[in-house]
C-alpha cells in the first residue's frame, strides 16, 4: 500500500505543476482571444453605423484582426431594412390609397454584402461602387464564432474525457445605423 500511495501522490503532484498552469495559461489566452474579438467586432460594427457603409478596407482589416488571434472564425453580416408600403384596394390604381401603409422588413447577408464588396472587377479597393450602403434606420450586426478547437478546449476535453463543443468565442453584436454615406 504504501507504493501505491507514493505513485498517487507522483501523479498529483505532477498534475499540479504541470497540467494545472498550462490549463490555465491555455484558458487565458481563450479570454485574450476573446477579448481580442470582441474590441475588432464592435469596432467594425460600430464604424460600419457611424459612416452608413460596409467598405473592402474596413472588412479587410476586421478580418486581419480577428485572425491574429490565431483561430479561425465564421463571421456573419445582417443587415436588416424597414420599408413603409402604402397599401391600397387595387395596386393598379393609385386613387384607391386606403390611407395606410405596411411595414415590411428585409433582411440581407454575407450572400449579398460580399459580392458588392467584392465584385468579379477591377474596381479600385477604395471605388465607391465598392461600398456596401445602408440609411439611417437600418439595423446592423455581426455574429463571430470560432470554427477550431482552441487549445484550452483541447486541453479541457482530455482531461474531463469529455467534448466540449468548437464554439469557445462567440461575439454578437449589432445596432441601429446612424448615419449615412454620400
Known amino acids: 500500500m504504501n507504493s501505491f500511495s507514493k505513485v498517487f501522490a507522483v501523479l498529483i503532484a505532477v498534475l499540479l505543476l504541470y497540467l494545472y498552469p498550462i490549463s490555465a495559461a491555455f484558458d487565458q489566452q481563450d479570454d485574450i482571444s476573446e477579448l481580442v474579438v470582441l ?43 424597414k420599408k413603409y408600403v402604402p397599401v391600397y384596394d387595387d395596386p393598379t390604381r393609385p386613387d384607391t390609397f386606403r390611407g395606410s401603409y405596411e411595414v415590411h422588413y428585409d433582411k440581407f447577408y454575407n450572400a449579398q454584402i460580399l459580392p458588392v464588396l467584392f465584385p468579379n472587377s477591377a474596381a479600385a479597393k477604395d471605388d465607391p461602387a465598392r461600398r456596401y450602403k445602408l440609411r439611417v434606420g437600418d439595423t446592423f450586426a455581426v455574429t463571430v464564432k470560432n470554427t477550431n478547437r482552441t487549445p484550452g478546449t483541447i486541453l479541457f476535453d482530455f482531461l474531463n474525457q469529455a467534448i466540449s463543443p468548437n464554439e469557445k468565442i462567440f461575439i454578437p453584436y449589432g445596432g441601429v445605423v446612424r448615419n449615412e454615406a454620400d
Open 39 to 81: 474590441k475588432a467586432t464592435t469596432t467594425f460594427v460600430d464604424a460600419v453605423r457611424d459612416k452608413g457603409f460596409v467598405s473592402p478596407t474596413m472588412y479587410n482589416d476586421f478580418m486581419e484582426a480577428i485572425a491574429a488571434t490565431g483561430n479561425t472564425f465564421d463571421v456573419q453580416m445582417e443587415h436588416g431594412s
